[in-house]
């Protein structure tokens, strides 16, 4: 079989988050070598076998693994066909050194509900113009994986009071076209980020931005039947760029904005 190698990386504009990896490997054996951040593997097809710190691991199924930094590590495909794989390095404010010690003991998390969060947010970090999904999913991750670390130090969250969820709405509603980042709103309204996402979604039923992408598409709905090209548009509802109105106008709608608003005036989108 001849070896294959497929490789992505970039740095999304996230804080925490370092660096985005995506890989494909037949035959790549990874010597020993550490980081000096945090290592979130999850593999889409295939299995990786690695050695940390002297104890051998794997990754079958739906396991999410966690590999702590400065603990030397390597990596090799346990299939004839080699490993899939996609990787996200986080800094140190994610999770503090508090944590190397237990993830050394456990790096291998069989987790569905983290291995979904994760995938979605490898989603939402190649999405230019999800800023605000890949905070609000990378919030809520940090805090299963630190429930996973710490299961029995990890408090019962209070119940969040109804005013910070609207607090949040008003904001996101000021902050319609410019957006704002999930740290920045917690920070004005006084409350941790994880709090924040879930007093919000537990209010509303819908993750916040969620609610932003809503009201951003409903103003590009109007702005499309006055006559208003999708460029125009997507510049005037807070929208990345074209692409990123056309995503998400077909993902909520069904159709592109081009072609709703050739309805216009016809057999319009309800």
Do not use: C
């Not at 940390?52 to 990754?59: F, I, Q, S, Y």
């Not at 569905?112 to 605000?132: F, M, N």
């Not at 460029?231 to 993902?251: I, P």
């Amino acid at each position: 079989m001849v070896a294959r190698q497929e490789v992505s990386a970039w740095r999304p504009r996230i804080p925490g988050v370092v660096e985005v990896f995506h890989a494909h490997f037949t035959a790549h054996a990874y010597p020993m070598h550490v980081h000096d951040v945090w290592t979130l593997l999850i593999v889409d097809d295939g299995a990786v076998r690695y050695d940390l710190n002297r104890r051998e691991h794997g990754t079958p199924g739906d396991t999410v693994s966690l590999l702590p930094p400065q603990v030397p590590h390597n990596g090799s495909p346990a299939t004839p066909h080699g490993f899939r794989k996609r990787v996200l390095y986080l800094d140190l404010t994610q999770l503090d050194e508090s944590f190397i010690g237990a993830a050394v003991d456990g790096p291998d998390l069989v987790d569905p509900l983290l291995r979904r969060r994760v995938g979605q947010l490898h989603t939402a970090l190649a999405d230019r113009g999800g800023e605000l999904e890949a905070q609000s999913r990378l919030t809520l991750i940090r805090e299963r994986l630190r429930t996973h670390l710490r299961p029995r130090s990890a408090a019962r969250e209070r119940p969040a009071a109804p005013g910070l969820a609207h607090g949040l709405r008003e904001l996101l509603d000021e902050r319609l076209l410019p957006g704002v980042t999930l740290e920045e709103a917690a920070r004005l309204l006084h409350a941790h980020p994880t709090h924040l996402v879930r007093a919000f979604s537990g209010e509303f039923g819908i993750a916040p931005h969620q609610y932003l992408t809503a009201r951003r598409l409903d103003r590009a709905r109007r702005l499309l039947l006055d006559g208003l090209p999708p460029g125009e548009v997507a510049a005037a509802t807070g929208f990345y760029d074209q692409s990123h109105l056309n995503r998400s106008f077909k993902r909520l709608v069904g159709t592109t904005p081009g072609r709703f608003a050739r309805q216009r005036g016809g057999d319009a989108t309800s």
